[in-house]
């Protein structure tokens, strides 16, 4: 969409204010509104100024001022404003003009620029599967002295003697119960649909939604691959408008990975690809799972990385509450077809060689979705380069439930890191693969690893209630 495109929209839907949105390093966006009679051509020349030193992550106070170069093709009409409002995502420049390089969004740029310099492809595709819970009830604090959360949801398991729903209607779902169901087991039908309403109107192309396993609300919808920086752009959107639909209800959504202790956590799983023009590029018929060697590479290269890479996919401490064996979490860095306990699943269902993938199903949505992308492309791109092969490296293909095995056969497969601080010890060992091109560079990895480790210190040194259960009887 150009320039003159834009502004002749906001004419036609007759746009009373123009919200320029930018990402930060968590992922999280942040918006400055302009009345759309400020809004003409040179805005789009010049961009609209920010105070970079209030963004965690970004800029000292003695350099805080930066710049939203706005991105024409990501405009859409938000449908939750009284007011009407066109939302446009933004790039982040310095003053001088030049790409700001702690700016997810410019990471994700230079990772697709630097695919098209290696030769190996023209285009990465990507397609995330984000799992989210919509509950009832949220009440969480953590003071000095106290400490607690509180959710609640009409569907949970533990709420088969619940009174104060004026009569229980029953039908409620049970730990790990709740994979699509029907009405009315299955309660919210009617919210998911009105989500992929909005995001259909937004631009989306949705392909379906459903209750997810966990008791208490977990839901999936999915939307249509599309290419790196879009793919990104597409999530950012499609959080919005889950996080805004559920507030409409009454309730709230929330994409933490593990808010429910006894029953599976939400994941992003991720599934990726690499074209040449219109050839796609990871299919061999008649090969293990229709893999191309180009694939299997790729996957060499995500599960050699995956440690550093998880700092990055899994930035939470909450992200390892999720990742531990026994609910379908994929703990294990292997791969396999169809096989959900392997970090790495090859899809064989309906696949043709265009859908033919990898998913790689250990990233949760706390991940930054334009530095996890990139991230995940260039740990791809190195298996690739150096040829690494992962059955040669012991990494599968395991075509066995893993949970199954027995603790000797265990210790032979590599598991995830158990901490954000180890994920975090792993990329600053590893980054090298990450700075190819420019992509990334060590001071941004060098500040990402200080700002992560400052929120794992800030859990590590508070008191966690269940410690009163264990302890203060001593």
Not at 54 to 81: H, K, L, Q, W
Not at 162 to 186: C, H, Q, T, W
Not at 350 to 379: H, Q
């Amino acid at each position: 969409m150009s320039v003159q495109q834009v502004l002749d929209l906001i004419k036609e839907k007759n746009i009373e204010f123009v919200d320029f949105r930018f990402i930060d390093l968590a992922g999280r966006a942040h918006h400055i509104t302009l009345p759309a009679t400020e809004v003409d051509a040179e805005t789009f020349v010049n961009g609209v100024a920010f105070d970079g030193s209030s963004i965690t992550g970004f800029r000292g106070i003695e350099e805080s001022d930066m710049v939203m170069m706005p991105d024409t093709n990501t405009a859409y009409v938000d449908p939750f404003t009284a007011h009407s409002t066109l939302i446009i995502v933004s790039n982040i420049h310095t003053p001088d003009g030049a790409r700001y390089e702690r700016d997810p969004r410019s990471i994700a740029h230079k990772a697709e620029e630097y695919l098209q310099t290696t030769g190996v492809g023209t285009t990465a595709f990507f397609a995330p599967e984000s799992e989210f819970f919509i509950f009832d009830d949220v009440r969480y604090e953590s003071t000095m002295n106290s400490s607690s959360f509180y959710v609640d949801s009409e569907e949970a398991a533990w709420n088969t003697n619940r009174k104060e729903e004026g009569g229980n209607l029953g039908f409620k779902i049970g730990v790990k119960g709740g994979y699509v169901p029907v009405a009315p087991v299955d309660s919210q039908q009617d919210i998911r649909s009105e989500m992929v309403r909005q995001m259909q109107e937004a631009g989306l192309r949705i392909e379906r939604h459903h209750h997810e396993v966990a008791t208490a609300g977990q839901a999936e919808i999915n939307f249509r691959f599309d290419t790196l920086t879009t793919t990104a752009d597409n999530l950012m959107k499609y959080k919005y408008i889950v996080h805004n639909v559920a507030r409409q209800y009454g309730k709230v959504a929330t994409f933490m990975p593990k808010p429910l202790f006894g029953d599976n956590g939400s994941g992003m799983h991720v599934h990726s690809s690499i074209f040449n023009g219109s050839e796609p590029l990871f299919y061999e018929k008649g090969a293990y799972a229709n893999l191309s060697e180009m694939a299997l590479h790729y996957i060499g290269g995500i599960l050699h990385h995956a440690p550093a890479l998880i700092a990055i996919t899994n930035p939470s401490t909450n992200s390892f509450k999720r990742l531990v064996p026994g609910y379908e979490a994929p703990v294990n860095l292997v791969y396999s077809k169809g096989n959900r306990s392997a970090a790495v699943r090859i899809p064989v269902a309906a696949v043709t060689p265009k859908g033919c993938r990898i998913e790689f199903r250990t990233p949760d949505s706390t991940a930054n979705p334009y530095l996890a992308f990139a991230a995940m492309l260039m740990a791809g791109l190195d298996g690739i380069k150096r040829k690494i092969d992962p059955s040669a490296l012991g990494y599968g293909p395991f075509d066995t439930n893993i949970y199954e095995l027995s603790d000797e056969q265990k210790k032979e497969i590599r598991s995830v890191p158990g901490t954000l601080d180890e994920a975090l010890d792993a990329l600053e060992a590893d980054c090298e693969f990450l700075t190819e091109g420019g992509v990334f560079t060590k001071e941004f990895i060098e500040n990402y690893v200080n700002v992560k480790r400052a929120e794992a210190k800030a859990v590590a040194i508070r008191i966690h209630p269940h410690e009163y259960g264990l302890y203060f009887d001593c």
